[in-house]
């Protein structure tokens, strides 16, 4: 069995059809809905059969226009890319904001305190907020 195909059947057995597991260019994806990200990223944080002890990135998606299609969904999302150092794999996990007019989704600092600067620019260049971020200064002047 492949690292991918090990971390898949390890992401579904835990979390099954609560969430939408997906592969693309040798990584997965996890997708989560916006009530389920925070409990879901701790535990892929703290699972030992996970391990994702870094935040290598983060970022927000505006899905109106997104490559060539029109979107149809949701139009704003955050995107995390996680990092297993034990287990030596990555993961992509996206969830997308509810309300297009005012995108909340749960800030992830607690757990990963180096998501503060990536918060603060998915806020600063999409206006989304991040519920319980302690510092959504602006990084770029008005």
């Known amino acids: ?7 898949n059947q390890r992401l579904l057995s835990l979390f099954g059809d609560t969430v939408r597991v997906s592969a693309a260019l ?13 409990q879901v990223c701790v535990t892929l944080r703290d699972n030992p059969h996970l391990g994702f002890e870094s935040c290598i990135d983060l970022c927000g998606v505006d899905y109106s226009a997104y490559g060539n299609d029109v979107n149809e969904g949701p139009r704003f999302g955050v995107v995390l890319h996680l990092l297993s150092y034990k287990h030596n794999w990555r993961l992509r996990v996206r969830t997308f904001a509810d309300d297009v007019d005012l995108p909340v989704v749960a800030s992830l600092v607690d757990g990963w305190p180096g998501g503060n600067w990536y918060e603060r620019e998915a806020s600063d260049f999409f206006r989304l907020l991040f519920e319980g971020q302690p510092d959504l200064r602006r990084l770029l002047p008005d």
């Open 26 to 38: 040798g990584v997965l994806t996890l997708e989560v809905s916006p009530a389920q990200y925070m």
């Open 1 to 7: 069995m492949t690292k991918l195909e090990t971390l």
